[in-house]
């Protein structure tokens, strides 16, 4: 998927750090997408209040609805990307060779590094289409490294009685995905019965948030009917979960992310001059390919980079700053 919203967003940089468990409502913001057929998406990561849960920067949903997905070779730095169609099916083509069918229950997961590019086109004329696209920044060393693409198609699933959570990336209660991340990072799908009052095993040092993504439910003694993400704060050993008609629900969790963190239109760097480099390079005949590859398929046909933003892009960040980064 691609990042139409191009403003920055504003002024991050002075959040206090969350300590101990809350439960926020960060409503989401209806986003356009573009195309011919203009697919919008529900935004609720990045937010002013939410900039990140965890390495989770980005998060979008989209659907359900009858539409035609159509994103042509775009690049990405600095993240992974996940597409989790809950239902439909997506053809993914990326710049290390990929090119695989994106189906509900299986983690497809791109791993950007320095560079890399893909498309992203629904499988069917108009099919019906509900999912969600996350992004989680990479730290350190990784976020200059090479592409990859990974798939997991059978994940590890955690069961309780009236609860089951299909594991993505990282661990719930000892079942772990196999899939590679590279900060403690949770992602899980999780369906509850109807009737069901149930406790979903966290992770103290991690921060968690909820999204919606079919029925009602309380979760943590907060009724969750909209699209938005409940931010639970971290602190927390479990999460009650009750519903009285059933309901599905992506839990995220993650450690602070402890970098600086710039993120403009597809890219994650550490630096505004970062992005604007990744953006030039997109832009260049002769760097695009060495950076970010060729999807095949698709005849030179890409998206191009919008303007940068005229201001200097500063990172956002979770913890206060020190005196001396004032300085
Ligand atoms: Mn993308």
Do not use: K, Y
């Not at 019906?128 to 798939?151: R, T």
């Not at 050993?237 to 059933?246: A, I, K, L, N, Q």
């Not at 030179?300 to 979770?318: C, K």
């Amino acid at each position: 998927m691609t990042n139409l919203e191009v403003r920055p967003v504003p002024e991050l940089s002075d959040l206090a750090p969350t300590h101990g468990p809350v439960t926020e409502l960060h409503e989401a913001r209806d986003v356009p997408l573009g195309g011919v057929r203009a697919m919008r998406v529900r935004r609720t990561l990045p937010q002013r209040t939410l900039p990140m849960v965890g390495a989770w920067c980005f998060l979008d949903e989209f659907g359900p609805q009858h539409v035609d997905m159509r994103v042509l070779p775009h690049p990405h730095t600095g993240l992974q990307t996940v597409t989790w169609p809950v239902v439909g099916q997506i053809l993914h083509r990326d710049s290390v060779g990929s090119d695989v069918v994106v189906r509900p229950g299986q983690l497809n997961l791109m791993t950007a590094g320095r560079g890399v590019s893909h498309s992203e086109f629904s499988v069917g004329a108009a099919p019906m289409l509900h999912g969600v696209q996350l992004w989680a920044a990479l730290p350190d060393g990784v976020a200059e490294g090479a592409a990859g693409f990974e798939q997991v198609v059978d994940l590890p699933v955690w069961e309780s009685p009236r609860a089951r959570a299909t594991v993505l990336v990282g661990s719930l209660d000892g079942t772990r995905s196999p899939a590679h991340v590279h900060t403690p990072l949770l992602g899980a799908q999780i369906e509850v019965d109807p009737g069901a009052d149930v406790e979903i095993p966290l992770v103290r040092e991690l921060e968690h948030a909820v999204l919606l993504l079919g029925g009602t439910a309380e979760v943590a003694g907060t009724p969750h009917t909209t699209s938005g993400l409940l931010h639970l704060g971290d602190g927390r050993d479990h999460v009650r979960v009750r519903s009285r008609d059933g309901a599905r629900l992506l839990l995220l969790g993650g450690a602070p992310f402890e970098h600086d963190l710039v993120m403009w239109w597809n890219f994650v760097g550490r630096t505004h001059a970062d992005v604007a480099q990744a953006r030039a390079d997109w832009e260049s005949v002769d760097r695009r390919t060495e950076r970010f590859g060729v999807v095949a398929g698709h005849d030179g046909a890409r998206i191009p980079a919008p303007d940068l933003p005229n201001l200097r892009l500063r990172p956002r960040r979770r913890l206060p700053r020190t005196p001396e980064e004032h300085a």
